[in-house]
């Protein structure tokens, strides 16, 4: 980061290394019980975590000509801790569902749960009093009711549909999530926050035979209470952020998929979905106005057309493949003039297992190459955020993917 230097004592550069450091510590337990009564099966359980989450910004020092430091290792001797807190967040989930067997060939599923989770911060060091974030708020949802069924048409197939409504707790860190603003920021949208929710609807077909087994789905879902965080300057200033409320979005499509053994030892796999995301209005800000005209507006990050073929071979002793994944464009910015292209790509594999007893028994070699026309494409976007606009192309929150690589896998079984 250019925006603190290294001081002399430290190497004197105009620069240093600015790092995000954390420790996690998780206890909990997960369980269930279930018991059957004629045509019925019913199943309760609780789930309840204890996470701490220590997160710290530390800077440290690098020389005038030569940085002595690597990017690739734990830092050592930080010259300047900026924040450092002590997260809490505990998790208590409980769910109530019976499986009933209504028919021979239509069987029905219902049920609710229930979710509890309290976010807790404790400042540790803060160097200046917009450093200090001290709080609690939670996310509670006494009521997410789901229900599904499947029928059987056949031995060889079925259709199936189901309606769930979640939620999403808030997170609890100091750089995503309603911590990651000033004490005052946090004052004024802990009781005005609504934790994200959705309804989900899915209507599918399923069919299984011998050589062939294929899948048909499609779903609407409808999201509420989208949040949106809003940071002022570049990612590397660190600047705070201010959480809220923005709206909904709709989000619908298909999917397809199906497994074809064409041949003894070869299979065919193939899929394909198609997803529209929009959001439901446009952004606003705290006091009314205008953020964002973001109504109609494809989500970022979120490719309307996805595909993906696989070749395969496997008699046993020698084994392969070679598959395709296409991913159609994708949006950086709210207002949809900013984006990266769609893309290509395959990837390579061939194998042989070792026969016979000793040395050779459970042992296997595999080679793979990844992107194998050694194909130029944005993978990651949104690794510093989404903006509004971007018409010079400039935004700094894209990621290269990676070149054309072989990897060597040696596995042997004991």
Same mark, same amino acid.
Do not use: C
């Given at each position: 980061t250019p925006y603190l230097a290294t001081p002399a004592a430290f190497g004197g550069s105009p620069i240093s290394m600015r790092t995000t450091e954390y420790t996690v510590s998780r206890?909990?337990?997960?369980?269930?019980?279930?018991?059957?009564?004629?045509?019925?099966?019913?199943?309760? #359980?609780?789930?309840? /975590?204890?996470?701490?989450?220590?997160?710290?910004?530390?800077?440290?020092?690098? #020389?005038? $000509?030569?940085?002595?430091?690597?990017?690739? /290792?734990?830092?050592?001797?930080?010259?300047?801790?900026?924040w450092q807190y002590a997260f809490n967040t505990k998790t208590y989930v409980f769910h109530l569902q019976d499986t009933w067997q209504l028919l021979d060939k239509l069987k029905v599923n219902y049920g609710f749960k229930s979710i509890k989770v309290d976010n807790e911060s404790k400042t540790i060091i803060g160097s200046s009093a917009s450093d200090f974030i001290n709080g609690s708020i939670d996310t509670s949802k006494g009521f997410l009711p789901q229900v599904g069924f499947n029928y059987e048409l056949n031995d060889a197939? /079925?259709?199936?549909?189901?309606?769930?409504?979640?939620?999403r707790a808030f997170v609890s860190s100091h750089t995503d999530g309603p911590f990651s603003t000033t004490q005052s920021g946090f004052n004024a949208i802990k009781n005005k926050l609504k934790p994200e929710t959705s309804d989900a609807f899915e209507l599918g077909y399923r069919a299984h035979v011998d050589t062939f087994e294929a899948v048909a789905a499609a779903y609407y879902v409808s999201f509420h209470d989208r949040l949106l965080?809003?940071?002022?300057?570049?990612?590397?200033?660190? $600047?705070?952020?201010?959480?809220? $409320? =923005?709206?909904g979005v709709t989000s619908k499509g298909i999917e397809l998929a199906g497994t074809w053994k064409f041949v003894k030892n070869w299979s065919l796999y193939g899929s394909y979905s198609y997803n529209k995301s929009t959001y439901d209005s446009d952004t606003l800000n705290g006091d009314g106005t205008l953020y964002a005209a973001t109504k109609g507006k494809i989500t970022v990050?979120?490719?309307?057309?996805?595909?993906?073929?696989?070749?395969?071979?496997?008699?046993? /002793?020698?084994? #392969?493949?070679?598959?395709g994944n296409y991913m159609s464009e994708r949006y950086y910015t709210y207002i949809n003039d900013g984006k990266v292209p769609g893309y290509a790509t395959f990837d390579l594999s061939l194998g042989y297992r070792f026969q016979g007893g000793g040395w050779q028994r459970d042992l296997e070699i595999? #080679? $793979? =190459?990844?992107?194998?026309?050694?194909?130029?494409?944005?993978?990651?976007?949104?690794?510093?955020?989404?903006?509004?606009?971007?018409?010079?192309g400039s935004f700094q929150t894209l990621q290269a993917g990676a070149p054309a690589s072989v990897f060597i896998s040696l596995r042997k079984k004991f």
């Open positions: 206890i909990g337990t997960v369980d269930s019980l279930t018991y059957k009564l004629a045509d019925h099966t019913i199943e309760g #359980g609780l789930w309840f /975590e204890n996470n701490d989450f220590d997160q710290a910004r530390r800077f440290y020092g690098l #020389g005038v $000509n030569s940085p002595g430091r690597t990017a690739d /290792e734990f830092q050592s001797n930080p010259f300047f801790t900026q197939s /079925e259709i199936f549909g189901d309606y769930a409504q979640n939620a965080a809003t940071t002022v300057g570049s990612g590397i200033q660190g $600047n705070p952020s201010a959480l809220s $409320n =923005v709206g990050d979120s490719p309307q057309n996805m595909v993906k073929a696989e070749l395969t071979f496997d008699n046993g /002793e020698i084994f #392969g493949a070679i598959s595999q #080679g $793979n =190459v990844t992107n194998l026309f050694d194909r130029h494409f944005i993978s990651s976007i949104g690794t510093n955020g989404y903006t509004v606009s971007d018409p010079t």
